[in-house]
């Protein structure tokens, strides 16, 4: 399994409905904040409104780590 699929693994594991788009790869505190654009909504013209900020407070980078090595 590539870093990548643990990472969506440990994420869906976390938070099954998550939205997110990742670009790169997931595997320091660094590409946690600057690669994952998270889903917050969306615009009036059904656009996907999107922060690098992680609004769920379940999931954390410290959490997803936890998750892969449990896979």
């Known amino acids: 399994m590539t870093n990548l699929q ?3 693994k440990a994420l ?5 409905n998550v939205e997110c788009t990742v670009t790169g ?6 590409d946690f904040n ?3 654009a ?3 909504g969306t615009d009036e013209n059904n656009r996907a ?3 690098n900020t992680c609004p769920h407070s379940e ?3 410290a959490k997803i780590v936890q998750e892969i090595n449990k896979l």
């Open 6 to 8: 643990k990472f969506w």
């Open 12 to 16: 869906f594991i976390l938070k099954s």
């Open 25 to 30: 790869d997931v595997t320091s505190q660094s």
């Open 34 to 36: 600057n690669n994952i």
């Open 38 to 40: 998270w889903n917050t």
């Open 49 to 51: 409104i999107t922060t």
């Open 59 to 61: 999931i954390t980078y």
